[in-house]
């Protein structure tokens, strides 16, 4: 048994649910999400909660999860944050897409997804929208463009993230020292 899964979802005050021909569509403040749901899994609208049941115990608390991302997702949104470390790198903003100058000979443009926005603060890059799985994707591929390195931590990293520098070469070290 899934502890998750037994968990009902609280649907916030300007949130409504709808259930119908096996999918999930959920309208909020920030916008509407539809997600096709499992013919396995069936979800029981009582008007102020939600809960999830499953014949499936693997599925039980991963669709609950779901569709729980999609009423905090219409309701307050949600929020990666980067950071740009590096001296000479520069992330700037053109039309509907980022471009980066981040230690390659060329910039590098990055067009936003549709229904993601992005705010720059100097070294900071804010993705913000109400899909949690897109959130997270764009905000690792934008990491996945320059990773921090591991000798300088240079390089491009969520925001708060620790990277562990390994020490670089040491004087009087090698085969010619005495």
Known sequence: MSKIGRQPIFIPQGVAVSLNDGAVTVLGPKGSQTRAISSEVRVINDGTTLKVESS?????????????????GVSKGFQKNL??????????????????????????????????ACELKENIISVKG???????????????????????????????E?????PGKKAGVGAGAS
């Open 130 to 160: 109400i899909n949690k799985e897109a959130v997270g994707q764009f905000a690792a591929s934008l990491r996945g463009l320059k990773p921090p390195d591991a000798y300088k931590g240079k390089g491009i990293r969520y925001q708060g």
């Open 83 to 116: 950071e740009l470390q590096g001296i000479g790198y520069k992330v700037g903003l053109q039309g509907s897409s980022l471009v980066f100058q981040i230690g390659f000979s060329h910039p590098v443009t990055v067009p936003i997804p549709e229904g993601l």
């Open 162 to 166: 620790v990277i562990k520098l390994k």
């Open 56 to 72: 499936n115990p693997v599925l039980w608390g991963t669709w609950r999860a779901h569709i729980f991302n999609m009423v905090q």
